[in-house]
């Protein structure tokens, strides 16, 4: 078992930054793919980015170049630096992990004001 918990949601302007962040717990031996993922109201959860332990990423095309996914092994502990945020950026944010099966967070909100 693993056990997500992310922090750092907010409510910022439009332009602003913000960095979530997000503890692992538990088997974290055992992560492979690491990742957020957003969901806008009433809409389906998508992709953010991804990281693979091997530290290659990928994003969403409507964040690269303002968002950036990193993880601290040492710590347990991945990241999502977002700047340059936008009124669409607003949404639930959560962690995502898999080991032989799939972990996600409770998620935190974030609201871009315009």
């Known amino acids: 078992q693993v056990q997500l918990v992310e922090s750092g949601g907010g409510l910022v302007q439009n332009g602003g930054s913000l960095r979530l962040s997000c503890a692992a717990s538990g088997r974290t031996f055992a992560i492979n793919v690491m990742a957020w993922y957003w969901q806008a109201p009433g809409k389906e959860r998508e992709l953010v980015a991804r990281?693979?332990?091997?530290?290659?990423?990928n994003y969403r095309d409507s964040v690269k170049g303002r968002f950036t996914i990193s993880r601290d092994g040492a710590k347990d502990t991945l990241y999502l630096q977002m700047n340059n945020l936008k009124p669409e950026d607003t949404g639930v944010y959560f962690c995502?992990?898999?080991?032989?099966?799939?972990?996600w967070g409770q998620g935190t909100q974030v609201t871009i004001s315009s």
């Open positions: 995502y992990c898999r080991t032989h099966t799939d972990y």
């Open positions: 990281i693979t332990p091997g530290g290659a990423t």
